[in-house]
């Protein structure tokens, strides 16, 4: 089933429904069909094999992820904040392609060879031919539809595999059709190259909930956008939430339209999530775990687990409001040891996952093992009711002589201290102990010291897990979804 | 016949047509309004009167699944029609929808 017949099934149940746009400018499913037809006919007339988009969202992005299924073409969203050179090399590993590019970023580009270069302008003009859009294709099968650059976070970065088979069993697992109400619309701000941009689209369509796409993300034009088009469902990344709650306290707005929030992409701060079910009493909060490889989300804490959560004195119940929920109907989970047997309730492992969404596939190689388990590298482990905790990247765990340190318990140790406000803390070369721990501090004021701090970890955890390295900074580097680049920190330290 | 999951079929006595989200093991027959479901390039046969079209009552609606609990057969309306499906002359269950927060 390709990702095509989404589009397809919306555009015949309720052709003139609002697919996306603003309140006052809106593109139905019926024309939103009807361009990517005309936009399929194009690219199956074209010699490459390979879709590839460089470009702002807009509906020339979910326009051309279905032309491209229906013409049976892997497509490619790119990371235009990358610097030039990186991009033209993403650029040129993605060929043989066909690429739409925003107008203004056709600049930016050398075209390697084997790329023929679309400006978007251009492309948004063909898929209004009338021609083209009567033009039937012939079925053409390609069991591939998105090949996506992972962030990289500890590495260089590589091209997931995602089928269609993997992105629609995503989609039939967690959407009921057209469920969603004919006032619901939900505000996307996450950009096209990210997994959660591409499954935002499938699941917005397929729900038939309206997609508003906001171009750049600014806390006082994320609540104004709210107010003004009526948003019932946005998802955010943590660093974007506390800048939110501000303006909406400056602003003593409650958002009343707004129904559901989802969050993800990093470890959401326990006082931001406890803010803001406090400041949005009638939002149903959702914290979803999902990874590129995994077409998305395969965890999710509920609203009723938020509400639970928040209002328990049991500290084992309140203590959910750090975790990722459970696992999604239709996907295993397991927290498992170095040879891949599972763990039992409360042990530190490896989380892997088996179920149809998962591709576990890179063009590089394949990661998923015989028996269909994909180890996904981040580290956790599970309470008795099943719920789970993340605990950072398997990579980023210290190996202090001999002993497994996980940076995420002592950073949690140290961001409940008054005078923190973030905190990385990574392994660094010690010719002594094989690694030492390293603190890098986002402190709240000037007067606070190592030795404040490192009294601080030391009486909460023990000796060996106090940072041994301490360096204080303005601010801690984050990729735009909110992840901790903590492979930088380690270089930039390491010397 | 085995059917290949994300395989189209479009019913011999009206619009419906369906995708296989999750394949049989075995040999069963795909029927829509009593009648084998077919290709979409194939020809629709005529139906004649003496057609009887069982079970008219539920009818396929886009969007849903219908399932086949003895041979796992579940599959998806991806256009809507009159035709009630059946496997093996079973006539195939509505699968119930499950409540899941919004994530994306």
């Known amino acids: 089933m390709k990702v095509s017949l989404l589009l397809e099934m919306a555009a015949t149940s309720a052709p003139e429904r609002v697919a996306l746009g603003s309140l006052k400018q809106s593109l139905s499913y019926a024309g939103l069909e009807m361009r990517a037809k005309a936009g399929a006919a194009w690219l199956a007339s074209q010699p490459a094999e390979k879709t590839v988009f460089i470009g702002l969202n807009g509906w020339a992005f979910p326009a051309l992820i279905f032309a491209s299924a229906r013409a049976g073409k892997p497509i ?17 590993l993605s060929a043989p392609a066909t690429a739409v590019i925003d107008d203004d970023m056709i600049t930016r580009i050398t075209p390697p060879p084997n790329v023929s270069i679309l400006s978007r302008s251009k492309f948004e003009a063909l898929c209004l031919d009338a021609s083209l859009q009567a033009s039937e294709i012939p079925e053409r099968e390609n069991e591939i539809a998105l090949l996506l650059f992972t962030s990289g976070t500890t590495g260089e970065p590589k091209t997931a595999v995602l089928k269609h088979h993997n992105l629609t069993s995503y989609v039939l697992s967690t ?37 508003f796409y906001l171009s750049a993300f600014s806390p006082e034009d994320w609540v104004e956008t709210v107010e003004r088009e009526k948003i019932s469902h946005a998802m955010v990344v943590p660093t974007m939430l506390n800048r939110i709650l501000d303006v909406i306290a400056e602003r003593k707005t409650s958002l009343p339209q707004l129904k559901a929030l989802s969050y993800g992409g990093g470890k959401m701060p326990l006082p931001v999530i406890e803010r803001a079910l406090k400041c949005l009493p009638h939002v149903a909060f959702v914290n979803a775990y999902g990874l590129t490889e995994t077409s998305s989300t395969v965890s999710v804490l509920g609203p009723d687990d938020h509400r639970l959560a928040i209002a328990s004195d049991d500290a084992r119940i309140r203590e959910r409001l750090n975790s990722v929920g459970r696992p999604i109907p239709g996907l295993e989970l397991k927290i498992a040891d170095e040879n891949g047997n599972p763990l ?32 996904t590298n981040d580290a956790g482990w599970l309470d008795d009711d099943g719920y789970l905790y993340l605990d ?104 | 016949m085995i059917f290949k999951p994300g395989s189209r079929w479009k019913s011999a006595v009206c619009s419906a047509e369906v995708i296989v989200v999750r394949t049989a ?40 699944r219908y399932i086949d609990a003895e041979t796992g057969l579940e599959v998806l309306g991806a256009k809507p029609g009159k035709g009630s499906l059946s496997v093996d002359a079973r006539p195939m269950q509505l699968k119930e929808a499950k409540a899941l927060p919004a994530s994306d």
Request: charged content about 25%; hydrophobic content about 40%.
């Open chain 1, 76 to 92: 490619t969203p790119l990371n235009y904040r990358l610097p030039d050179a990186d991009l033209n090399r993403l650029l040129a």
């Open chain 1, 344 to 375: 039992m309730a409360g042990k530190w492992g490896e989380i892997c996952v088996r179920g149809e969404q998962v591709a576990g596939e890179y063009l590089q190689k394949k990661v998923i093992s015989a028996d269909g388990w994909f180890p």
């Open chain 1, 392 to 495: 950072g990247r398997l990579d980023d765990v210290i190996v202090r002589g001999g002993e497994n340190i996980s940076p995420g318990e002592i950073e949690d140790v140290l961001r409940q201290h008054t005078l923190v406000k973030d905190v990385a803390v990574i392994g660094l070369p010690d010719a002594q102990w094989g690694e030492k721990i390293g603190a890098v501090i986002v402190p709240n004021t000037a007067n606070v010291s190592e030795e404040d701090l490192a009294v601080w970890v030391k009486t909460r955890l023990r000796s060996t897990k106090t940072p041994e390295f301490w360096e204080f900074r303005d601010e801690l580097p984050y990729n735009e979804t909110g992840k901790l680049l903590r492979r930088l920190l380690k270089e930039e330290l390491s010397n």
């Open chain 2, 25 to 64: 093991p075995q040999d069963v027959t795909l029927a829509c309004g009593g009648l084998k479901m077919i290709a979409p390039d194939e020809p629709t046969p005529e139906v004649t009167a003496s057609v009887t079209i069982t079970g008219n009552d539920v009818g396929v609606s886009v969007g849903k």
């Open chain 1, 175 to 211: 959407v009921e059709f057209m469920n969603a109400d004919e006032t619901d619309a939900s505000l996307v701000s996450v950009p096209p190259y990210h997994i959660a941009g591409v499954s935002a689209v499938l699941t917005g369509i397929y729900s038939g909930r309206r997609i």
